[in-house]
């Protein structure tokens, strides 16, 4: 009978820490998904940046609204999301075969031929018929992103018209496994810039440009 019941005790001591092993499991998954989610949020806002910065370069030098929207775009890339458009299933390209080699040569072969996905390459070939688009319409059956439509642009002029000013906002997809522990909306909204300047200034130098 004592070592029965010595028994049924080990057995309800292991329960009791296996259910606690389960418990610091979850929290900690809880942390490393949330640590990752806000990793990519600060990468996302550095993307923003970036694309604000590069539509004030465009709009400084004198491009038009449509080649800074396009310009704008291109930038956020990052946070764009899945390629919808074209289907890299289908695009051109030539990738490197990595199955079979050992690790030393597979690296050899990428700092020498530098190898690319087909999608990566689908972009480069992209990118500039995008930019050289004549109107709307034309941009999505180039290029275009799942995600692209919460990239946000607003452009505009300072008063005395010698600053150019773009800023460029976007509702960022929270899509990390057990959100809801952390934030209850899909998405977050990020600007670029700070509290006290958002988006990108820049000397207007279209003059030096452009003729009248």
Known sequence: MAVSGGNSKMARIAGATLIEACIV?????????????????????????????????????????FMVYKVVRVASIPNAGTLQNPNIDSASGTAYNWQGDRPGYLWDQAVANAPASPQYNAEVTRIPFYLGAEWYGQLAAILDYEDWNTVNLSQDWAEDGDQ?????????????????????????????????????????????????
């Open 25 to 65: 499991v979850v929290l900690l998954c809880l942390l490393l998904f949330g640590a990752v989610q806000v990793s990519r949020l600060y990468a996302a806002k550095e993307i923003l940046d970036y694309s604000s910065m590069a539509g004030a370069r465009a709009k400084a030098v004198g491009l038009n609204d």
């Open 164 to 212: 150019v000013h773009v800023s460029v906002s976007q509702s960022v997809p929270v899509t990390f496994p057990f959100r809801r522990a952390f934030y209850d909306d899909e998405d977050v909204l990020m600007r670029a810039g700070d509290r006290f300047n958002r988006g990108a200034r820049m000397a207007n130098h279209a003059g030096l440009y452009l003729q009248e």
